[in-house]
């Protein structure tokens, strides 16, 4: 990617296609299903975040949308998600060692986002 993460992103690695413009919006998207949805989150190794949602009855499909965008322009996610029951999921993300360091911004942004409810 030739374009520098917006402002406050410098976390998103150059292998991210998402246009720069569009960075802080895919943000916002994941902060608002942060915000709504996780109940639990727990890193399983290094490389392996698990979060638990529950929300309405379109949860999963929200859940399959959104990461099914972000894989598209930062393949390097492989998403797990797992329905438990109508409003329950379970979200399974996992990187390469190489991008560690994103896994880690994303946890601390969804644990963040849990705890200011």
Request: charged letters at 25%; glycine letters at 4%; aromatic letters at 6%.
């Amino acid at each position: 990617m030739t374009d520098q993460p917006a402002k406050g992103l410098a976390w998103v690695p150059e292998a991210c296609t998402l246009p720069t413009a569009e960075q802080p919006l895919r943000l916002a998207e994941f902060d608002d299903l942060f915000t709504a949805a996780v109940r639990d989150s727990s890193r399983h190794s290094p490389t392996h975040l698990r979060l638990q949602l529950t929300g309405g009855p379109d949860l999963d499909v929200a859940v399959r949308d959104l990461t099914a965008r972000e894989s598209r322009c930062c393949s390097f996610f492989v998403f797990g998600i797992t329905p438990v029951d109508p409003g329950h999921v379970v979200l399974d993300i996992e990187v390469p060692p190489a991008h560690v360091d994103v896994l880690d911004a994303l946890t601390a942004r969804a644990d963040e986002k849990r705890t200011r409810r």
